[in-house]
């Protein structure tokens, strides 16, 4: 049964009610026709809540647009959802990236998250290449994607709408690797369900790391929204002490955009809970609105907070990751590198869910401080205790 609109209907009730599902809700295919963007395909969601998301197909299938009940609640950045064709991530040092970020999702990876750095190319398999030089973010969010399906499918009386697509990176004697994505939303949802799969379709052993850039804006993000999360406690900071004060912006709670304001990142520990999840949240009281990310403690160990309240690029960031901040050659020298061999795969599953209404946003918080309590004070010391990851 579907629940729209306050009524609960099965699917004969719905058919009866409308001449094609379309009408207020379903997936479908578009693209833009101007300026930077031109050429690039998008599946627009619709649930039929009030959710409203796309998907960019040829920008890495990341989402881009999310918004409920009109409401914006996924980022948009200054550069806009440019063609990848017009993105160079090698570019500027390795900082492309930030000519081309933009959207709700921005996948980092696939063998690359964090700073540029100078690693080895010992497991290219070309002997006039000695070093590599990595680009931050790395490179699958600024690839074009294979769109091999998409639609809505009925399951009893339930109905799924969902895509699914290839994005490839790909280096002749380098890396191939593939990533496999379907986002799903069922009609009368308010739930986004990611399901990746990165492959090794190559011959050779292949490094892998990985990071959702989950970008939040106004008016999700304004004065006063609140980080809740499950924070055992916090490992690094990018600058932390004085200058965080200074700025006076905690961890905790955001402020309103600030012309000067320099980016603040910070790495939490998080406790998962009996189910091994771990849940972090944006919640605006005056809105009675939030936003909350869902993923697995084994998927992505670790967590970062991207605090950007600069005028004119103004987000918050969830950023669920596989390593820890401290970049690719500290993950290699401590042994925490995955490598994916021949035909080997790492699968993620993250459910991003809207919460409308105050009861929503209070039974996220405690279902969220039931698992563990943040930190008090807004400026926490950063431990350094970075723990080795385990994989599974």
């Known amino acids: 049964m579907v629940t729209l609109f306050g009524q ?27 300026g930077a963007e031109r050429g690039v395909r998008l599946l627009e969601f619709r649930t039929g809540t009030g959710l409203r998301f796309t998907v960019m197909i040829d920008r890495g299938f990341d989402i881009g647009d999310c918004e409920h009940r009109g409401r914006a609640i996924g980022w948009h950045s200054p550069v806009g959802f440019p063609h990848p064709h017009l ?18 999702l921005v996948t980092c990876g696939l ?73 799903e939303a069922r009609m009368g949802s308010d739930e986004i369900l990611i399901q990746d799969r990165v492959v090794n379709q190559g011959f050779s052993p292949t490094p892998h790391m990985y990071l959702y850039h989950i970008n939040l804006g106004y008016p999700l993000l304004d004065d006063g929204a609140r980080y809740v999360a499950p924070i055992g406690e ?16 905690g961890y905790r709670t955001m402020g309103a955009p600030s012309a000067g304001f320099r980016e603040q990142v910070w790495q939490h520990a998080m406790q998962a809970d009996a189910e091994g999840l771990v849940r972090v949240a944006l919640l605006n009281d005056r809105l009675g609105l939030g936003f909350e990310v869902e993923t697995r403690e084994r998927e992505f160990p670790c967590h970062f907070e991207w605090q950007n309240l600069r005028s004119g690029s103004y987000a918050l960031g969830i950023e669920p990751a596989t390593n820890h901040v401290l970049g690719r050659n500290f993950a290699e020298e401590r042994g925490e590198l995955i490598w994916l061999g021949e035909g080997e795969a790492r699968q993620y599953r993250t459910v991003l869910r809207v919460l409308d209404g105050a009861t929503a946003l209070k039974a996220c918080e405690d279902r969220i401080r039931t698992t563990a309590i943040a930190p008090a004070q807004d400026y926490p010391r950063p431990t350094g205790r970075f723990a080795p990851l385990t994989r599974p």
Not at 88 to 96: H, Q, R, T, Y
Not at 234 to 249: K, M
Request: glycine residues 12%.
């Open 8 to 34: 609960r209907l099965d699917r004969r009730d719905l058919a009866a009610r409308c001449g094609s599902l379309s009408q207020f809700a379903g997936v479908r295919l578009l693209s833009f026709a101007d």
């Open 87 to 104: 993105a160079s991530p090698e570019g500027e040092d390795g900082l492309g990236w930030l000519r081309a970020a933009s959207g709700l």
């Open 111 to 183: 063998d690359q998250i964090l700073s540029a750095e100078e690693t080895s190319a010992d497991h290219f398999d070309y002997p006039g290449r000695r070093k590599v030089r990595t680009t931050l973010h790395g490179r699958v969010s600024m690839l074009p994607g294979r769109l091999t399906g998409y639609g809505e499918s009925w399951d009893g009386d339930d109905c799924v709408l969902w895509c699914e697509g290839v994005v490839q990176q790909v280096a002749l004697f380098g890396e191939n690797l593939h990533l496999i994505r379907r986002i």
């Open 234 to 249: 916090t490992l690094w900071a990018a600058h932390a002490g004085a200058e965080y004060e200074r700025q006076g912006i």
